[in-house]
């Protein structure tokens, strides 16, 4: 249910405070869905899992890219997944697969600056997987992404 009202959202906020304690201790009417997924993402393996589920799936669709929200929700989105990636080493490859995802978007009635700060972020977002120990899988899935030619879009803009 939080990620269907987050969809219907601009954009939400994303931390990775101890709200936690408010969501688990009965207190979450104060807190934001974006914080409340937050805290329960960090604190339950289960909801990692769903909600890097969640943001596989309505961020692969060309209706997302084209949506008035993409431009603020994608920067949610990314923060969510890498904080979600930290607490749980398991969703990382999943985390690696949104971020080729981003990078694979195309849009252009978003301004050129705003579409680089998104794969910039993406960019950011496999580098910590790098760094996190998952060079590997990074390296392999940036691989199969340049041997299929890529989607044109992704062009070299993001690449320093």
Not at 122 to 133: F, N, Q, T, V, Y
């Amino acid at each position: 249910q939080l990620c269907e009202s987050l969809e219907n959202m601009v954009s939400f906020i994303v931390t990775r405070s101890d709200s936690s304690n408010g969501a688990a201790g009965g207190s979450n009417a104060t807190l934001s869905p974006g914080q409340r997924l937050c805290a329960l993402s960090i604190q339950c393996p289960s909801v990692a899992q769903g909600v890097c589920m969640w943001a596989k799936e309505i961020t692969k669709g060309a209706e997302f890219v084209s949506s008035a929200s993409y431009p603020t929700l994608s920067p949610s989105i990314l923060s969510l997944i890498r904080i979600t990636a930290i607490e749980h080493p398991f969703t990382c490859s999943q985390a690696i697969d949104i971020a080729v995802i981003f990078l694979n978007h195309s849009n252009s009635d978003i301004s050129y600056q705003k579409m680089n700060a998104i794969k910039e972020q993406s960019l950011r977002l496999l580098m910590m997987m790098c760094i996190k120990g998952d060079s590997v899988v990074v390296m392999e899935r940036m691989a199969s992404l340049l041997e299929r030619g890529g989607d044109s879009s992704m062009g070299a803009a993001p690449i320093p």
